[in-house]
């Protein structure tokens, strides 16, 4: 049976990938640092399921709990996940943002941020995709943000960089992996507002409309099914292409204007 690795599976998109993906019958390997959480979760998911109707194994869902903030977490991470030969599909969901002054933010904070959004998608790919390879293929779905497709995001400005730290790795990976025939693909998923609790630990108040991460899920497994290279959800899809035609100074004004107007 095929598993699926979900990283920051305890609330948002997280969730809803590891809620859709269990429907579609993937084995899971939930992760986030909330054990009660993902614990909770995996019972949501499994509880009164012994065995699917036609008689074959149920698809399971195991926790580990870990902080991928840490370089050791993640290659313990990616010890487990090594031990598993079905694994064909790591979703690096797991990601924080802040809002404020570059200047005025917590250092700390921010770079805890540099460490989960970056550091944790770098070892995670570095580590994964031979594997993935070794055992005959698989895919890999970085989630970053539309934020990430931006020139740049004043008063979000490390969370903006590490978006695009994130779509550029992606890219570039695709594009080895392209040309080296490789049995791997990676995708990255850019949504714009998602209606989760990431806008309270950020601490922004969203002014536009957000996708439900139900329909953020769903959308993003079609589109990799199709080894789609950038995926954006919701209405940015449609509008992202005239606004990236904006002089860098001008869209760097709007961007950071709307940024601005989160704050508490």
């Not at 990938?17 to 993937?26: D, I, K, N, V, Y």
């Not at 953020?216 to 509008?239: E, M």
Request: charged content about 25%; overall charge positive; aromatic content about 6%.
């Amino acid at each position: 049976m095929s598993v699926a690795c979900v990283t920051g599976a305890s609330s948002g998109i997280g969730k809803a990938f590891a809620r859709q993906l269990f429907s579609e019958g993937w084995s899971l390997v939930l992760v986030a640092r909330s054990e009660k959480k993902l614990e909770a979760l995996a019972e949501e998911l499994t509880g009164g399921v012994s065995a699917a109707a036609d008689g074959a194994t149920a698809p399971t869902a195991d926790v580990f709990p870990c902080d991928l903030s840490r370089e050791d977490e993640c290659l313990r991470l990616c010890k487990q996940l090594e031990t598993i030969p079905d694994l064909r599909l790591l979703i690096n969901n797991a990601g924080i943002g802040a809002v404020g002054r570059f200047d005025e933010l917590d250092t700390d904070r921010q770079l805890q941020m540099i460490r989960l959004n970056v550091e944790a998608v770098e070892i995670l790919c570095r580590e994964i995709i031979p594997h993935m390879e070794k055992e005959g293929g698989g895919q890999v779905l970085n989630v970053a943000s539309s934020a990430g497709l931006l020139k740049g995001g004043p008063y979000m400005a490390t969370y903006y960089a590490t978006k695009a730290y994130v779509v550029s790795l992606t890219s570039s990976i695709f594009t080895e992996l392209k040309e080296r025939r490789s049995t791997v693909a990676i995708s990255a998923l850019c949504p714009g507002p998602v209606d989760t609790n990431f806008n309270e630990s950020a601490g922004v108040r969203s002014s536009l409309p957000g996708i439900s991460p139900e329909y953020c899920a769903r959308f993003a497994l079609r589109k990799l099914n199709r080894k789609k290279l950038i995926i954006v959800p919701g209405p940015q899809r449609w509008g992202m292409p005239f606004y990236n035609i904006l002089p860098r100074r001008l869209q760097l004004r709007i961007t950071g204007a709307g940024q601005k107007s989160k704050m508490r």
